[in-house]
């Protein structure tokens, strides 16, 4: 399987197919999200979830990353929405969103074949 490494980018042409990729290389994962805002501090928006999807809505300018959906467990998908993103980076086992305020959304994996 080949998988995304280390790429940022702030075309937002390439954020589409790259979150669409990180989706697929990561379904199945349990993910953590925390806000890294440079105002209020840094925040954990949700912990231990599992991963459904992120994508780029360039209609209305929005990086969406939805925990939840796919089991009993987690029935109901919630989505955290990035307003005006400005950069978007990929590492193996993170993401990080950076919004035009310059608050950062980092979104780290947790393999589902290495969770207890």
């Given at each position: 399987?080949?998988?995304?490494?280390?790429?940022?980018?702030a075309?937002?042409?390439?954020w589409?197919?790259?979150?669409?990729?990180?989706?697929?290389?990561?379904?199945?994962?349990?993910?953590?999200?925390?806000?890294?805002?440079?105002?209020?501090?840094?925040?954990h928006?949700?912990?231990?979830?599992?991963?459904?999807?992120?994508?780029?809505d360039?209609?209305?300018?929005?990086?969406?990353?939805?925990?939840?959906?796919?089991?009993p467990?987690?029935?109901?998908?919630?989505?955290?929405?990035?307003?005006?993103?400005t950069?978007?980076?990929?590492?193996?086992?993170?993401?990080?969103?950076?919004?035009?305020?310059?608050?950062?959304?980092?979104?780290?994996?947790?393999?589902?074949?290495?969770?207890?």
């Amino acid at each position: 399987m080949v998988t995304v490494t280390e790429i940022t980018t702030a075309d937002k042409t390439e954020w589409a197919p790259l979150l669409e990729r990180l989706t697929k290389d990561h379904e199945g994962d349990l993910i953590t999200i925390e806000l890294l805002d440079p105002t209020y501090g840094d925040l954990h928006e949700a912990e231990r979830l599992p991963f459904a999807y992120a994508s780029y809505d360039p209609r209305d300018d929005v990086v969406v990353v939805a925990v939840g959906g796919k089991s009993p467990g987690y029935p109901v998908v919630l989505r955290h929405i990035i307003s005006r993103p400005t950069e978007v980076s990929v590492s193996g086992a993170a993401a990080r969103v950076v919004d035009s305020e310059g608050t950062a959304t980092l979104v780290s994996f947790l393999s589902a074949a290495t969770t207890p």
